[in-house]
């Protein structure tokens, strides 16, 4: 069964602070890998994500995240964290299994302090 | 466009009774899909759709029905509303399955008392 793993439920950091965010996941083969940021009151909205290729990619926002196969990690990091980043964000995982569907991490929330 | 839209925004119901949460696309998206999300618990899905006429399970069917008769619409049938079941409902749509980028409804809050 895939599964993902956000070890942190919340971070703090100030604005202009660097940022990274951890992401472990569980599957058999090659995953999908996402990064999903909720701003309080709104839907999902994909940041990036990760197929195959270059193993650093990048997405919306200033964002980019590092895929890890022998880490099982995709962490997401930001080096220079804007106020409006503020919101909730969660890593996905899904792969072309028996199970073709997205398993969504718990989140971290992330506070900025001006 | 008008994206993912979902109604209501916020519904009340007490144990027993059942409604419908309704969601459009206009997205001409073949994938639609519905979650819950509870606190600590990230997002689970529910039910998905990869075109009309054709549904599947997915991780907490229960309680919970679909049905796909056009590539726009993707309704959510609560059978006998249970507390269990309060949470925040999410429908999305992509253009052929869970690997192509999400868009997310904008949510209907659900409490059952």
């Known amino acids: 069964a895939q599964s993902v793993t956000q070890p942190d439920i919340h971070i703090t950091v100030s604005e202009g602070a660097s940022l990274e965010l951890r992401c472990n996941y569980s599957y058999g083969a090659t995953p999908y890998l996402f990064w999903y940021v909720q701003s309080p009151g709104q839907g999902l909205q994909l940041l990036l994500k990760y197929f195959s290729g270059d193993t650093l990619v990048q997405g919306i926002k200033g964002f980019e995240a590092e895929f890890k196969r022998s880490q099982s990690s995709f962490n997401l990091r930001k080096p220079s964290v804007h106020w409006s980043d503020a919101a909730e964000y969660f890593c996905?995982?899904?792969?072309?299994?028996?199970?073709?569907?997205?398993?969504f991490g718990s989140g971290t929330q992330l506070t900025v302090l001006p | 466009n008008a994206g993912v839209t979902q109604t209501p925004k916020f519904q009340v119901l007490k144990t027993g009774q059942s409604m419908t949460l309704q969601c459009a696309q206009d997205m001409n998206h073949e994938y639609m899909s519905w979650y819950r999300q509870d606190p600590g618990m990230g997002l689970r899905l529910i039910h998905y759709s990869v075109g009309a006429g054709i549904t599947d399970q997915g991780e907490v069917p229960n309680g919970y029905n679909v049905s796909r008769s056009t590539t726009e619409d993707f309704p959510l049938r609560l059978l006998s509303a249970a507390p269990s079941q309060t949470s925040v409902y999410f429908c999305?749509?992509?253009?052929?399955?869970?690997?192509?980028?999400?868009?997310f409804g904008p949510g209907t809050r659900l409490t059952v008392l």
């Open positions: 999305a749509s992509s253009e052929s399955g869970f690997t192509d980028t999400q868009y």
């Open positions: 996905a995982v899904g792969g072309l299994g028996s199970a073709r569907q997205l398993t």
